[in-house]
Structure formats: structure tokens, C-alpha cells
């Protein structure tokens, strides 16, 4: 097949030359071009890789969990360890594994989705995710020099300050999110830009599909939700190294305001961590009922509205500290709100549904399993929301159950479904239904018994963050109850682990279009080549793919082949590979370590050391090369294998 | 109406048919109310929790129907394209109001019981009739102060039928006044005037619990509620009042009067306050230590992890660090101390006997014990 | 067949076209991250106000604030925002050495801002007023010392545009380039502005 010299031995980038400072490397094969590499599908497949990992490290600390509750008075785990287990739990779920998760999905979808090279700054993008690793790196070593932390995964104030807190564990969390929550905020600014600015000709916001529209909203939570927490992380930065006083209460302060500035933050995190699922969800549903979503527009826009009222209830996670009935009021009312647009979501997948030809693949398991459990946890969630409710259920194991129904089973389980799903785009290899579906009955039964028993736990008095509770007013048998569930969770998870990891080997060849998909993803090769699309895609309705394939059904029309434009005159550019961003993330891991054992001349010198990245990073310009593509042949098909020449 | 309640509280519950044979009830449950606030608070829930059911059985219908209906049978029947509709107004606006119409169901109630059973008590508008205690949270056990030097630790006595205000404030970190049975809970916070208040309907025993993470032993940071009828709570406080005139300085029983000697000995009193202990009211202890004043009158020990049998005080006192990992009191006797066994006992005898005399009090307490 | 091709500048502007809204990426990017930005200052300002006047113990912000210095310094930073218009125009029509002269007015004039502010933190430690005295001190120095980092990377920022246009010359087509800075000057001023508002001027009202 005629494609022009693009092998990655000709890969020659621009500014290789004697007179770089470092040399960019060429090609695609080898660690260094893992390290320097600025192609959004390799940072996506790192996301992706690095949230499985940390989630492995969350998992085990959830089954000690589970295993210290078996019974009261089990030792297993002292008090101590027990809370750096339930911190490190929460904090590597929530920020390390289901967030990136999302975020790397995004990654190596969003552009292909809007017919893009690339993110609008792939090295920022790359800068992204090694932030992200050397902040999720660096709250591991924790447990190597000192302790976890064990303040919980929202750290409140006055338990953080020097005095009630004097080990280390406490600034490896402050200093850990500070450095990783970078990453994610510069990130979420990148995809902003890239879905405002580069989608394909023709692609109109109300033709943007679901998935992205959904992450433009996530990326505008983040820009607005991560800077209070950031300051926050600041301030008890400054108070535990520097003796400031924001959060010393016999200095005056109010331990309260860390709350608000956590949960200001905290409220729209949850959101970050659902949209990009309900952005699955909204492409799976449509593409296994084979029937385009049912009311976008509505979706949409009940996103927006979801992602702006996000902003606006974050104090139901305060009703106990005594702000009085008339902000409980409020925030209660604000809180009910949001069961509106998302109710309305829930019913617009139920009439995705509604007339299709279901095909049940392993995906859509998940996505079904998806709808049922996460309307599950959302209608506890408008219980808690009720004040007078809450004041019985906050800080109990209703919470508990509350939130693992809509993170785990909404978040974990329809990013389970994403994997099923883009598995085959991304590695070109099918992951085994039949395993699949055995994790997926073992997996998501084993969910449901881990959880739904916590409603109990909850409601007759267990108080969470407790690595024991009082004998004989029944908590032993519910208890035991959800600890065996996750042996059966967790075979599903094995499994499942097993199923996509011999997935990238045996698995069955995918061809480009396994499920007769519906957005531009599906018309480029599985995997997509290095510059992703051989022509630029244009675009003339909603479900740009599906147009091409039955323009009919929809009354679309197909894009005509010459419309569809090779890139601009220049041809592809691709970007050069820089050590830049990588440099200036990893100095940050000393620049965390100065600031933790208060030394200031590693810390300075790290901070010298990431100007000087910076300044290496802006010098050497994006570079890169411009390849071409020779379109000749008879055959005229979109997705062609990509042979050496 | 005890046993409606528990009828309406299995039925409610019959989530799955072995559940209904389940009681969620007991000392710490939230289904277990026993005043006026905890019903309320219960009610709502159950008023959610019965519309979250055709929430529910509305999803999982359309779901359940359509896998059945709407399922490819086979790959020609896949491909054979279903009609690609992209929406319907009517329908969409229609499941719009769905929504609306359950969050106006939840909100006017919310509202009205948010305002009946929260709102805060102005110390101007304190009735004769209120019940005042100031609660402070340590890591890691709850005081409780009565006024009028009547304090105590880890145990609350309250009368039957009376509103109980709850002035919190904490000393260290952040904890949180749970009791289920009685009312939600509420925050403790540095720096910030927190309140509570409930009643409880019948005298009884209620668990509480720390419910805010405070470190090292905040799961054994726990206490008890004791309600009793109104002449038994007097006597009670009448107990407490009078404890610094009524102990006696030079005890008939031997042992006894040994402990009193042990516990200056071997510096209990440098930091728990015992009222009386001097004959001449020199104070003792710190107001930052649990204080032991009547302590013979406690039905538990340990921030309530235990009864306060002899054996068990007897094992705190000795062994404080193994009852209840990580607490604040120091373990006073070395390990292969010969004396320690003679000497716990004795300061044992002591502290269960302080109160004693005062009669009344312990045997009605005796009878709610067994009462929960 | 493949080509390399010249880096970045002009490469930003060849594929505007191609461009969704036609605005160059970085311009919007740098929209995106004011966005952020306020939330950030509008954290610290929102704290600085929760505990405006919670101090235990002096000195208080009428005890050591001294609005005519700070006015002057005020004034000297709304300067350099004009000046930054006039590098800006200057750039668009090509006219290079005023361009340069004017970019320097910038970051010379932010470096008096920051010479004053160096001398009034300075002048509130010998007041007594530091960083661990009281809350007002937290954060006051916190507030403002974060401003005052925002002017730095301004000052650093432009005369690094300033050595940069005389190693790659500098012409009208990278104007977009001066945009960017301008507008986070811009902006670091405007904050300037509600501080001075918020934590100066309102405390004498
Ligand atoms: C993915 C994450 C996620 C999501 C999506 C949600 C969604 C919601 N959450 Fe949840 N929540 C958390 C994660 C999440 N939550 C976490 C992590 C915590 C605990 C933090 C901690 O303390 O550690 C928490 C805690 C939490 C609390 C505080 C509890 C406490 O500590 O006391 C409250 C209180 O109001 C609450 C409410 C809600 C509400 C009203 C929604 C709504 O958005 C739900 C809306 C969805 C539906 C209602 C279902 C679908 C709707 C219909 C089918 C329509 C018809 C139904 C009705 C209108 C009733 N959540
Ligand atoms: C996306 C978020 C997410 C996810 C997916 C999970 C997943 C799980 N969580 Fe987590 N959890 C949180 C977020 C999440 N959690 C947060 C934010 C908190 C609050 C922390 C805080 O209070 O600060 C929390 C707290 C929390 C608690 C409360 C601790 C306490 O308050 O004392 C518990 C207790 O049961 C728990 C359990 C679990 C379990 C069993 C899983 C499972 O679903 C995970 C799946 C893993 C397994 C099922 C175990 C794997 C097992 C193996 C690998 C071995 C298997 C062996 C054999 C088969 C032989 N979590
Ligand atoms: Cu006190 Cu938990
Ligand atoms: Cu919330």
C-alpha cells in the first residue's frame, strides 16, 4: 500500500540537530520515546495503564479494609494503619485512579473523536500526566518514609496541623495532590482548548459527540473546582513549613473554612469523576441499541446544568456542623435540583434503549449494570441530601454506601464498560467476551453484596473510619456480609485484569470498526496510526461515521471522499518528542521532597531546575515534521493499514 | 406503638424476603427511635426511601422489559437497523417533570422538619424547664458539664420527657455528638459555638458515638445517654452536687481507704478531679481529664467500651493501653510490678464506691440497664 | 515523501484557518487560564476576608497600612498596563525598536511595583507584622506575596520576550505571542486592583 515514507525510521523530527540542547529523540520505539513521547494516544494509553495500577494499589487497601471489619476487635490493623488505609484508599481511588482514568480515556479519544491530530499543546499534555504520576509517586513513598496519611481523604482541619499531627503523612498529602492536581488542572485547560478550537470541518458543538461535550464540561469543573483546593493544599502547606496560621485554632482561625474550600473543590470532583462516565455511557448505549441517543441536546445541556449547580451544593457535605436551617435549607434544595437533569439523563439512556436491537456485548453488561446501580446510589444520594436525614446518616456507613454506588458502580463499572468498549481502537485486539462476561457476573453481584449491606451498617449506627465496632447490637453479620463480597468482586476483578491483559496478546484481531460504531474514532485504523487520520475528516452531521455507513437511516448525507481534504497544504504535522515536560514533572519530585523535610536548597534548586525545563520547553518551539500521504491506489477506503515502505 | 413501629420498620426494610426477619434496630440504630427528633429524622427517611421505590421499579422495569424486547437475536437481526429516532419533545418534557414533581414530594417535608428539629436555640430563649449541658469533645472521650461544678466523662443523664440543649465545643480536633436513638448528630469544632437538642421519650440507655474522625482511639470514642424519670435524674444530679460535701474522708472498709490513699499515691489525682476528695475541697485533677467524681455510679468504663464491673475497671485502670489502644492515660504499673494486682484492686474498690451511699440513684439505674 | 517545516511561529499562524473559532490556540488558552486564575485569588481573597478582623492579637491592618505608598505603587502598575498597550500596538505595526522600548517600560515599571512591594513587607516585619504573628499576617503576606509571584513571572516573562526578539527577530506576525502576555498582565493588574480595593482602601472606609 501507497503511504508516503512515514516509517519511524524516517522519523526525523525538526531541531534534532547538534545545535538542540537535548537531543529530541527520533522514532517510536524505546523507554526514551515512552518518556519524551507527545502523541495524546501514548499518553492516553500511560493514563490508562497508571490509573490501573494505583486503582490495584486502592484495591488492596480496600480488602485489608474489609478484612480488619470481619469481625470487631479484629487486630489485623491498628487504629493507626487502619486510617492510613481508608486515606490512601480514598485519595488514590478518587485522584489517582477513577479521575486519570477519565482523563486518559479523553485523552486518546477526544481528538479522534473531533477528528484532531492532536490536543492543542501536546507537550502540556505530556507535562500533564508525569505531574500526575510524580504526585501519585511521591504519596506512595509515603508509606516507605514514616506513614501514609490518616486524616481522611478530606484532611479536615485542625487534625492536620503540626500539632495534632506532627508526622510526615500529613505533607505527603498536601504536597501529593498540590503537585498531581497541577498536572490535572493544565491538563483540563488542553482539552478546553482543543474541543473549543480543533474540531474537524463542519463539526458544530450540537454535532460534538457526547463523550467529548461531556469532558469540555469536566475540564471547565476542574479549571474552576481545582483552585480552591489547590490554595487550600497551600495554606496547610504554609501552616505545617513555614508557621502560618491558617488552620491553628488558638490563633483564632476556623477549621471550618478548610471544609468549605474542600468541598467547593469536593462537590464538583464527583462530578469530574461522573460526566466523563455518563459521556460513556451516552456513546456506548447508542452504539449497542444501535439507535442514535436519545434526545443529545438534553443531554447536553443537563450536563452543562449538572456541571454549573456542581458549584452550588457543596455544603451538603456540612449539614452536621451547625450552619443553621436556612443554609441547610438552601443547600438541600440546591442538592434535590441536581436529581432533575440527571433523572432526566437516566430516562433519555432508558429511550436510547427503548426500540433498539440491544446487542449485549461485555461493554453494554457494564453500561446496564452502570444505569441500574448508579440511579441506586443517586437516590440515596437526594436522601442525604434531606438535612435532618443526613444528621443521622453523615459519617455513617450510609455514606459509605452512598458514594461507592455512584463512584464504583457508576464510575468504576462504566469505565469497565469504556474499557470493553475502546479496547479494541486502542490496541487493535478484542478482549474476550466470555471472560468478560464471567468478571462481569462475579464483578458486579460481588459489588452489590460488598455495598448494598452498608445501607444496614449505616442506618443501625456504624460510624465510618472506625477499624472496629461495638459487639452484639448486629453489625457483626452485615459486616461479614460485605467483606466476603469483595472475594467475589475481587475474583471478578482478576479475571478481568487477566482478560485484557492476555487481551493485548491473543486477543482476536479488531478491524477498525468492531461495533458498527457511531462517531469518527471508529473510521481510522485500530490501532490508529501515529497521525491518527489520513485525510482530514469533515464533517456534516451528528454521528459523523454512522452517516458514512448508512447516511440513509439518519436522512444524512455522505461526506463525498473529495470533500474530505487531505491535511492543510503543509500535510500532517506531528509534533516533536521533547524531554522538556518530562523534566520539569520530575523535578517536582525533589522540589516535594525539599518542601517535605523542609530542605530549601533542594527545593530551590528543583524550582531553578523547572524554570530552566520551562525555558528549555519554550525555546525549542513545538518542531516536529509535516508528513504526506499518498492517497493513490484504487483503493479509496478510509482506513488503511499502515505498511512501511 | 413500640410494636407498630417495629412492624412498619421490618416492613419497610423487606428489601429482600430474608431481611424482613431481620431487626434493625437496637442501642445504636437510627430505626430505633426513642424522642421526638430521631422520629422526625426517621420519618423523612422513610418518606425518601418510599419514593426511591418506583424510582427504582420505573428503571428497572424499562430496563428489565427493553433486555427482554429489544434484544438482538442474532447478528441479521442486528444489522437490520432499528428506526433511528433522535428523540420526542413531548416524551422528554414529560420525564423533565417527573423529577420535579419527587424533589417537590421531598422538599416541603425536608423543609418543614429541617426547621422544626434545627433550628438553633438562642441562649435568651432557654426555658426554666430546658435542661443546659455543655459537652466538650478530647481525643479522645466527651465531658459532659452540668453547670454548677456537676461534671462528668463519657456518661450523660438526662430526664425523661425534657428538652435537652446540647452546647458543643471541642478541644483538640474536630469530633462529632451522635446519639441515633435521640437526634442526628452534630459537629464539634474549635473555635465555634455548636448546639443540639432533643428529648427522650421513655427512660433507657442510648449509645452515642464520636462520628467525626479525630485520630488514634476515635472509634472507642464513645458514651452513653442515660434517661431517667425526672425524681431519679435529681436525685442523680442532687448526688453530684452535694459529692464534695458527702465523701468521706476516712472510709470504714480497709481497702477502700487504701485506694483513697493509692489513687494521691500513685498520681491519679494529679490528673482526674474527684469532688471531696479533701476533706478541706482542695481541688484536684485537671478539667482536661475525665473526671471521677461518683464514679461509683457509672455503669461503664472506659469511654463506655465497657461495664463497669469490677474486673473491667479494675483491667482499664490497669492496662489502659490494651482496652483501648491509643487513649491518653498512662499505664501507671510496670509489667512484673507484684504490687499492681493489690494495688488496682484496692484503688477499684475505691472508685466503685464513690457514690454509692447516695441511695437512690444506683438502684434505679440498675433497672434501665438492662433496659436497652 | 516527507518534509520538515519551520517551528513554531509561524507555524501557529498557518493553521488558524483551520481553526474552529479562528482565535490561535494560545490566545484561548490563556483565556482558560485566567478563568482558573480567578479562583485562585478569589480563594485567597475569600479567605483573607473570613478572617479579617478573627486576629487575637495586633497588629491589625489600620496599624501598619500606609495607603498613600501603596497608591503610588498602585499607580506605577496601572502604568505599565498602558505601557503594555503601546508595546502591543507598536509590535502590530511592525515598528520593532518602540515595541522593545515599551516592552521594557512593562517590566521595568512591574519591577518599581515589586520594589515597593519588597520595601513595605520589609517595613510591616519591623512593625512587627510577619507571617506567624497573627491571621492578618498570614493572610495578608500569603495574599498578596502570591500577587507579587504573578508579577514576577510577568516581569521574567517580558524580558525574556525582550531577549528573544533580538535572537529570533521579532516582526508583526508574533504579535499573537505579546497578545498572551498582555493579557496575563492585564489581568495580574486587574487583581492588583480588587486587592488594593479589598484589602487597603475598604479597611479605612
Ligand atoms: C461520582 C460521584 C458522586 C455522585 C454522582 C454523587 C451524586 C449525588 N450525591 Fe453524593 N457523594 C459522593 C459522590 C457522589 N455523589 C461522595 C464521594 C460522597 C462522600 C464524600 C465523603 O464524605 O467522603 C458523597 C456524599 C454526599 C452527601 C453528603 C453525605 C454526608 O457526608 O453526610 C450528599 C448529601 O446531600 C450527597 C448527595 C448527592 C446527590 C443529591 C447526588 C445527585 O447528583 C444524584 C442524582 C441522581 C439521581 C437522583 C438518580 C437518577 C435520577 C432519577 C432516576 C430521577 C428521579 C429521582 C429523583 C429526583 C429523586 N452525596
Ligand atoms: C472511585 C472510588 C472508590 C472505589 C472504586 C472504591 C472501591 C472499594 N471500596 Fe472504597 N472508598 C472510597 C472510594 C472508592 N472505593 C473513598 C473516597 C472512601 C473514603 C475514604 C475516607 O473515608 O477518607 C472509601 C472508603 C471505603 C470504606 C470505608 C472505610 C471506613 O470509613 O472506615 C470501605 C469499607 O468497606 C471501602 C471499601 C471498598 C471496597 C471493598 C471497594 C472495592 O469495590 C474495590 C475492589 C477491590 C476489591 C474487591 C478487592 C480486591 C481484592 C483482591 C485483589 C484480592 C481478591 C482475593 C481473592 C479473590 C482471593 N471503601
Ligand atoms: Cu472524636 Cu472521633
Ligand atoms: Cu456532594
Known sequence: MA???????DYEPHGAGGDALLQRPAGYAGIASWLTTVDHKRLGILYILTSFMFMGFAS????LIRLQLLSPNNTLLSPDVYNQMFTMHGVTMVFLAIMPLGIGFANYMVPLQIGARDLAFPRLNAFGYWAYLAGGLFLYTSFFLGGAPDVGWFAYAPLTSLSNNPGLGTDFYMIGLFVGGIGT???????????VNMRAPGMTMMRVPVFTWLMLVTSFLIIFAFPPLTIALFQVIMDRSFGTLFYVPEAGAMPILWQHLFWIFGHPEVYIIILPAFGVISEIIPTFSRKPLFGYPVIILSGIFIGFMGFAVWTHHMFTTGLGPVVNTAFALTSFVIGIPTGVKVFNWLGTMWGGKIVFTTSMLYAVAFLVTFTLGGVTGIMLAVPPFDAQAQDSYFVVAHFHFVMGGGALLSFFAALFYWFPKMTGRMISERLGKISFWLLVPGFYVIFFPQHFLGLMGMPRRTQTYV???????????STFGTFIMGAGMLLLAFAVLSAFRNGRPAGNDPWDGRTLEWSTTSPPPYYDFDRQPVVNDRDAHWVQKYPESVHGERVPESASLPYDAGGIHIPGASWYPFLAAVAMLPMSYGLLYNNWWVLGISLLGIVLATYGWALEGVGGKHIHIDHGGADHGRHREETDA | MQVR????RSLALAVLPPLAACDFGGPQSVLDPQGPIAQA???????TYYLSWPVMILVVAVIAYSMWKFRAKSVEDAKALPHQTHGHTTLEIAWTLIPVVLVILVAVPTVRTLFATESTIAASQYTDDDVVIRATGYQWWFKFDYGDGVVTSSEMHIPVGRRVIVELDAADVLHSFWVPNLAGKRDMIPNQANQVWFSADRPGVFYGQCAELCLGAHAYMRFRVIASEEEDYRAWLASFRDAGATVQTVQADPQIERGRQLVAQ???IACHTIDGYYADGTPVGGSEFPNLTNFGLRLTVATSMLDATPENVARWIRYPDAVKPGN?????????DPNAEEEVAAITAYLLSLGRDSGAATATLGETHGNR | MSETIAPTATHGAAVLSARSTKLPDVKLMMWVFLASDCMFFGTLIGTYLVYNGRSLVGPGPLDVLDIPLTTVSTFVLLMSSFLMVLALHSLRQNDISKFRLWTFGVAFFGAIFLGFQIYEFRHFVELGMTLQGNLFGTTFYVLTGTHGVHVTIGVLWLLSILVHSYIHPWTSKDEVYLEVAGLYWHFVDIVWIVIFTVVYLVEFV
Open chain 1, 3 to 9: 503511504i508516503g515514507k512515514v516509517g519511524g525510521a
Open chain 1, 60 to 63: 488492596i487497601e480496600a480488602f
Open chain 2, 266 to 268: 500513685k498520681g491519679c
Open chain 2, 328 to 336: 491518653r492515660m498512662p499505664t501507671l504499673w510496670t509489667g512484673d
Open chain 1, 185 to 195: 488542572l493544565v491538563t483540563a485547560m488542553n482539552l478546553i482548548v482543543t474541543i
Open chain 2, 5 to 8: 413501629r417495629r412492624l412498619r
Open chain 2, 41 to 47: 429524622q426517621q420519618d423523612l427517611f422513610l418518606w
Open chain 1, 471 to 481: 459487639e452484639g447490637i448486629g453489625l457483626e453479620i452485615w459486616n461479614q456480609v
